[in-house]
């Protein structure tokens, strides 16, 4: 049977919302890496598919590009509650991810704001390689780690049109101190309130944004006493805010917006 898919974009940051509720999880690693081919298949930096929750509105299970699956995307997440939430007409709604219950809500201006869970700070649960103060990594610029689901390494730098993020990034991602590899953010501060980053994605490359690791680099900033508790995050796609109290639950808000539904067909699904 085709499968129903809508492409979607948070600022650039590109996913496809694939729905089997009401049907089985034929979703795969060899099918979601031939979705993400963007020379033969949809292309997107993420994929989410919904399924049926008894304790949720739906659940979210996530999918890399090349098949590998994670536990959490800001950006997808958003884009799945918008799609819920405009079906019930409703302006809240909740989401079961491998990270928890997550509560969705459409803000006065039509954005989508998530509450992403607590960061974690343990090195075990970053994780990384051994114990260490994950605000400070005995790396060259002394980056910070944390995890919102996912790992996250922050480097805070002066001037970001200074950094080759494909020559950095590839290395910092797969460093021996991450055994799962990580994201890696270049965060430049314009002020307390206002930072712009650069990514570089784990098994993704270079997106236009990240709702994750727009969470991470901003608890990051946070923690080392850099940024206040609201902040407006610029990436090359766009901006979304992230709030964080230093104690509890992250919120990240911003636009998703619906590009083209489609129907991948079952002549491509044979021939998987």
């Avoid at 200074?162 to 953010?185: C, K």
């Avoid at 850099?226 to 990240?252: H, I, N, S």
Wanted: with cysteine; net charge negative; proline share 4%.
């Amino acid at each position: 049977m085709p499968l129903k898919f809508h492409k979607m974009h948070a600022n650039g940051d590109d996913f496809v919302i694939v729905d089997l509720r009401n049907s089985s999880n034929s979703m795969t690693a060899n099918l979601a890496r031939r979705m993400g081919d963007r020379n033969r298949g949809i292309g997107f930096n993420q994929l989410a598919v919904l399924l049926d929750d008894e304790n949720a509105d739906a659940r979210l299970m996530f999918w890399n590009a090349d098949g590998s699956p994670l536990d959490v995307c800001g950006s997808a997440t958003r884009g799945a509650a918008d799609t819920l939430m405009r079906e019930s007409n409703s302006s809240s709604i909740t989401l079961q991810t491998n990270r928890g219950l997550l509560t969705c809500e459409r803000t006065s201006t039509g954005a989508i704001s998530v509450a992403m869970g607590e960061p974690l700070f343990e090195w075990s649960a970053v994780p990384l390689a051994q114990a260490m103060d994950t605000r400070a990594l005995p790396l060259t610029g002394a980056p910070a780690a944390c995890s919102m689901g996912n790992p996250h390494c922050t480097f805070f730098v002066d001037d970001l049109t200074a950094i080759d993020i494909a020559a950095t990034g590839p290395a910092i991602e797969s460093h021996p101190l991450f055994p799962l590899r990580t994201n890696v953010h270049f965060v430049q501060i314009i002020n307390r309130k206002y930072i712009r980053l650069r990514i570089w994605e784990r098994w993704g490359g270079i997106p236009l944004g990240s709702g994750s690791c727009s969470c991470g680099a901003v608890v990051n900033g946070i923690r080392r006493g850099l940024l206040d508790d609201c902040v407006e995050v610029e990436c090359d796609g766009g901006t979304v805010t992230v709030q964080w109290d230093g104690v509890g639950t992250v919120f990240l808000t911003g636009p998703v917006e619906r590009v083209f539904s489609g129907l991948y067909t079952n002549a491509l699904l044979h021939a998987l």
